[in-house]
């Protein structure tokens, strides 16, 4: 039976057709929807990442992926799934200008909505269509350089900036994968700045709610122990 020893809770939003619902595809069936349906609302997938370095390496998080429309009629909904996310990945499409512009829009929302402390890692999807790298079928023209995407994101303090297909599969375990790892980092480090300030204990008890993005331990759905992500 699958066990974790922490959970986290990640978003993925951008513009319609950018491949949200393909990049979360691929990273928990492997596997790619030639003709996806846009997505209605929001829908929910689940993988296991492991922490690879640090106090916590060899350890389990328990990654819930909540996938949100980018069709602009759903997001009252979306954005109502935002609250306690530690992550978000914040998607385009290479061969479009105006969803990788229309990002700072996103950023503005997850803002807005967001809890203060999210980490958001910018994604630039649908490299295989460029004619680019492993796996890469040619025949489309990159609109966004990468040098612009990744000002825009050191610019806005993002965590990062990556290059994805979901297609082809390229870069997207290193996307989910790193953002998991950072958010972890980041956790860790704020829980143990509260423990230092004397408040740490009594806040680990609510279950995730005092820290964004994650919770108690947990073992094969029961609840083991209190330690924070
Ligand atoms: N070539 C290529 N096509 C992709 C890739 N990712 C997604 N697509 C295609 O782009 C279209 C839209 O993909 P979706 O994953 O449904 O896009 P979405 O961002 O979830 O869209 P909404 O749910 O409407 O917000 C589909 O036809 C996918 O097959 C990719 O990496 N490469
Ligand atoms: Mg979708």
Same mark, same amino acid.
């Given at each position: 039976?699958?066990t974790?020893?922490f ?5 993925? +939003?951008g513009d319609?057709?950018?491949g949200?619902?393909?990049?979360l ?7 790619f929807?030639?003709?996806? *349906? ?5 829908? =929910?997938?689940?993988?296991i990442?492991?922490?690879? *370095? @640090?106090d916590?390496? @060899? ?7 909540w996938?949100t429309?980018?069709?602009e009629?759903f997001r009252?909904?979306? %954005? ?5 996310a530690?992550?978000a990945?914040?998607? =385009?499409?290479?061969t479009?200008?105006?969803? =990788?512009?229309?990002?700072?829009? /996103? ?5 807005? /909505?967001?809890e203060?402390? +999210? +980490?958001v890692l910018?994604v630039?999807?649908k490299?295989?269509?460029? @004619?680019?790298?492993?796996?890469a079928?040619g025949?489309?023209? %990159? ?8 000002? /825009?994101?050191r ?5 990062g900036?990556?290059?994805?297909s ?10 989910f994968n790193?953002l998991? %790892? ?7 480090a704020? +829980?143990a700045?509260r423990k230092?300030?004397? %408040?740490?204990?009594?806040s ?8 964004p ?10 609840a ?5 992500c």
């Open positions: 039976m699958a974790w020893d959970i986290q809770k990640q978003i993925l +939003l319609a057709a950018c949200k619902s393909s990049l595809v691929r990273l928990t069936d492997n596997r929807l030639q003709h996806s *349906e846009p997505t209605i609302g929001v829908e =929910f997938g689940s993988r990442v492991e922490i690879n *370095e @640090g916590d390496a @060899g350890k389990r998080i328990k990654l819930q992926i996938d429309a980018g069709q009629s009252a909904i979306t %954005r109502s799934y935002y609250r306690g530690g992550g990945l914040l998607v =385009f499409s290479l479009s200008y105006s969803s =990788f512009a229309n990002c700072a829009g /996103w950023l503005a929302d997850l803002r807005a /909505w967001g203060d402390d +999210l +980490l910018l630039g999807n490299g295989d269509v460029l @004619g680019e790298g492993e796996g079928e025949g489309e023209r %990159r609109e966004v350089e990468r040098e612009e995407a990744e000002e /825009w994101a610019e806005e303090g993002l965590a900036y990556v290059e994805t979901a297609k082809s599969g390229q870069g997207v375990e290193e996307a790193t998991t %790892r950072l958010v972890h980092a980041r956790a860790q704020s +829980l700045s230092k300030a004397g %408040r740490g204990s009594s680990l008890s609510s279950a995730g709610s005092s820290l993005g994650i919770s108690l331990a947990k073992e094969a759905g029961s083991v122990g209190g330690r924070c």
